[in-house]
């Protein structure tokens, strides 16, 4: 199995270690070439979500990289990349992928001194050590999607199909564990799914 | 400043690697900056080409004046406070700043201490020459460093010194003998546990960005290559012929700072770039401030 990490700005190099760690191989993508070569689930990392649409667009990536996630590409998005999959984001005017119905509200928490981390529990994976920075949470959701984790009363972990989001950054702390899942979802999908991309 | 509030600092730090932070004096700047894929701005009266040539003690910029640019865009907000300076460096926080830069592009204000970083909630970024300066920052406090360069000058030179420094002092202490750690720490002048910390892991405990003098696309990729994390381009930007252009073409080249072909293409066509004065030309040099 391998993974593709967007490594446009961010911090995807955080991935790629939680990824080598648990024994899975991943690869950047920085430009069009890189989206031609074969990878079977894709990570949209943290990072500034303006940097990261402008480049895909600018690259000219986006539309390639918007219909592999609808044709059912695996894709985790953490924090930016959660924002990258929102249908919808409520205080900002942004051009996302807009593949994943939920509503997000960009820097939710305010400026740095919002920052914070917390443990709490993930929906199919237990207590973990989140972290939060400049993070956005989730307003709503359609009815399909599924709910993984609340966070004082916020929605901060949600998937839809072959679609995983979370606010915070588990590529941050030391437990693997949303990495394992997002590999069990590709597992999960690779074996039911109808074409590969 | 407890261990999580540092830790968290470091992960914002984290989160603009691979980025482009750009000085900027005016909400309109801002914006121009954001829309052209800056990962943050640095908000400030006067981009050092311009304090350059005025001269004079250099401050704190008007907190109104950061405000306004806090408003104008949604990344985050830098600002720069003088060395040692902690009153200004108390004030930025309190109006939420993301990130203060202890910065020798101001005139300092304490000739021996830099600010007890510790002491904030806020995160500090502080400009190092070489090994030792960066780590007696971070052990005050800073949770990114940047090199010094010379800035205000467009000329490159200093930072590529500064970053080829740190780097070879990283690879030195990363080869040595466990046993010879506590002189290299003497030397140094810095503490054990940080250049035990170089020495296991072959890089610095937080993340490094390159600045001071970078003025074209292939300046921003000479510093990636040479092992920056991402870069700070002040003057450069905004005292060119066609800000918006650059300030796009240099944000792609931090993308794809190895490729080549890549970067000719962000090369062309960018039109005037900032004139640039060489190091032999200045009388001051900013980077010997706040060792």
């Known amino acids: 199995m391998t993974v593709g990490i967007l490594a446009l700005q961010g911090a995807f190099i955080e991935h790629e270690k939680m990824l080598s760690q648990i024994g899975v191989t991943s690869f950047e993508i920085r430009k069009k070439d890189d989206l031609h070569r074969h990878f079977d689930g894709l990570i949209l990392p943290g990072g500034e979500s303006t940097v990261m649409i402008k480049l895909l667009k600018e690259l000219e990536m986006f539309e390639e990289v918007k219909s592999a996630i609808i044709n059912g590409l695996p894709v985790f998005g953490t924090c930016a990349g959660m924002i990258l999959l929102a249908k919808d984001v409520c205080n900002d005017k942004m051009n996302s992928l807009?593949?994943?119905?939920?509503?997000?509200?960009?820097?939710?928490?305010?400026r740095q001194l919002g920052s914070f981390s917390a443990i709490a529990e993930m929906k199919g994976i237990g207590k973990i050590p989140m972290t939060f920075i400049r993070a956005p949470y989730i307003d709503s959701v359609k009815d399909n999607v599924e709910v993984l984790s609340i966070v004082d009363g916020h929605i901060v972990a949600a998937r839809e199909d072959n679609q995983l989001a979370t606010s915070f950054h588990p590529e941050l702390t030391q437990d693997v564990s949303v990495h394992k899942y997002f590999v069990e979802m590709i597992r999960g999908t690779k074996s039911g799914r109808r074409s590969s991309v | 400043m407890n261990e999580s509030r540092q830790e968290l600092n470091r992960n914002l730090a984290q989160m603009l690697k691979g980025g482009v932070i750009m000085d900027v004096t005016t909400p309109e700047q801002a914006k121009i900056a954001e829309e052209a894929g800056a990962c943050a701005v640095m908000a400030l009266e006067r981009i050092p080409a311009?304090?350059?040539?005025?001269?004079?003690?250099?401050?704190?910029?008007?907190?109104?004046?950061?405000?306004?640019?806090?408003?104008?865009?949604?990344?985050?907000?830098?600002?720069?406070?003088?060395?040692?300076?902690?009153?200004?460096?108390?004030?930025?926080?309190?109006?939420?700043?993301?990130?203060?830069?202890?910065?020798?592009?101001?005139?300092p204000a304490d000739d021996i201490y830099h600010i007890d970083k510790t002491k904030f909630y806020v995160p500090f970024v502080c400009g190092a020459r070489n090994l030792g300066e960066a780590l007696r920052r971070i052990s005050e406090g800073a949770t990114m460093i940047r090199t010094k360069g010379e800035p205000g000058t467009g000329d490159v030179i200093q930072a590529v010194r500064h970053i080829r420094m740190i780097r070879s002092e990283i690879l030195r202490l990363h080869g040595m003998d466990e046993s010879d750690l506590f002189e290299a720490a003497k030397e140094l002048q810095a503490?054990?546990?940080?250049?035990?910390?170089?020495?296991?892991?072959?890089?610095?405990?937080?993340?490094?960005?390159?600045?001071?003098?970078?003025?074209?696309?292939?300046?921003?990729?000479?510093?990636?290559?040479?092992?920056?994390?991402?870069v700070f381009v002040g003057s450069g930007i905004f005292k060119s012929g066609n800000p918006a252009k650059r300030a796009q073409a240099i944000v792609k080249a931090v993308t794809n700072?190895?490729?080549?072909?890549?970067?000719?293409?962000?090369?062309?066509?960018?039109?005037?770039?900032m004139v640039g004065i060489n190091e032999q030309e200045i009388n001051l040099l900013m980077a010997e401030r706040g060792k």
């Open chain 2, 191 to 230: 503490p054990y546990e940080l250049v035990k910390y170089v020495h296991d892991n072959a890089k610095l405990p937080v993340v490094n960005f390159a600045a001071g003098g970078i003025a074209t696309p292939a300046d921003a990729a000479l510093m990636m290559q040479l092992g920056a994390e991402g």
């Open chain 1, 98 to 110: 807009s593949t994943m119905d939920i509503t997000v509200r960009r820097n939710a928490y305010g």
């Open chain 2, 50 to 107: 311009d304090i350059r040539a005025a001269g004079g003690v250099s401050r704190m910029s008007d907190p109104q004046m950061i405000k306004g640019i806090q408003e104008a865009v949604s990344i985050p907000v830098m600002a720069k406070c003088r060395i040692g300076h902690f009153v200004e460096a108390q004030i930025l926080q309190s109006i939420e700043i993301d990130y203060i830069d202890e910065s020798e592009v101001l005139s």
């Open chain 2, 257 to 273: 700072y190895t490729d080549a072909k890549v970067l000719a293409s962000l090369s062309e066509d960018l039109g005037e770039a």
